[in-house]
């Protein structure tokens, strides 16, 4: 049982503690981030010597190090993001009366460097990894990145809860991008989709034949989608995922209402929760 439950806790630490860190930092004065962005670049160059120093290991030790290494890597990005300094070609707010596919285009502007920077990432590490039996790592990389997209997307095309008490003073342009609507078509293809993601790492971790580098490895990752789970269906219920983060918000609170709940209006990017 043990062997279950530990790596449910460990994920689930790592996404409430990793989460709030970030913001927390974020929070500070703007004349800390490059101090903050230098040190997460310490933590992050470590992390890759660790992934490729683990991806031989096929121990149980050796998936939690890959699990943990890869979360750090991903939170330099999250951070580089969110300090403003690895975002888009556009840094401006939506212009009045964009729509449809024009805007799709703008949205995908504001983060353009960023996610090509996560693309350059995801193959320094499939490299990294390259015929090692420990690829938990590269899974767990692309398993935030994949859940990272499908956030955004509905972010994009509209939900209920936008948390807009995540999102920076200096990034509040995002929020013109964005709607706040009930729900979206894309909504249930997600989490379908990250539920039975989720179902297939636990029960690859369950088989008897599995051995138990892997049995951490499939429960660390089942997790970690499980938690992408939830931060999707927070999207829709009338319920704020901000307490969970209160200690690291400093007071920060949302913007209030001021549209119609089918008209563009502020919101963050909504993955900035789902960076752990």
Known sequence: MAEIALPVLFALFVWWFSTGAIAWLDGLPRATFGWSLLG?????????YGIAATAGDTSVAGAYCAFTCALLVWGWHEASFLFGIVTGPRRGPLPAGVRGFKRFGMA?????????AIAATAVIIAALTWGGENQIALWTFLLLWAMRVSAKLN?????????????????RYLVTYLRRRPINLLFPVSVTGCTITAALFVAAALDPA????????HMLLGAMTALALLEHWLMVLPISPSALWGWALGGR??????????????GPDASVREAA
């Open 108 to 116: 995908v502007e504001v983060i353009a460097w960023h996610e090509l």
């Open 253 to 266: 609170t949302a913007p209030p209402a001021t549209t119609k709940p089918d008209a563009p209006r502020p």
């Open 210 to 217: 599995t051995p138990p580098g892997l049995v951490a490895g």
């Open 155 to 171: 972010v994009f095309l509209g939900v209920r809860n936008l948390s807009e008490e995540f999102l920076p003073e200096h990034l």
């Open 40 to 48: 997460i670049t310490v933590v992050g160059i470590a992390a890759l």
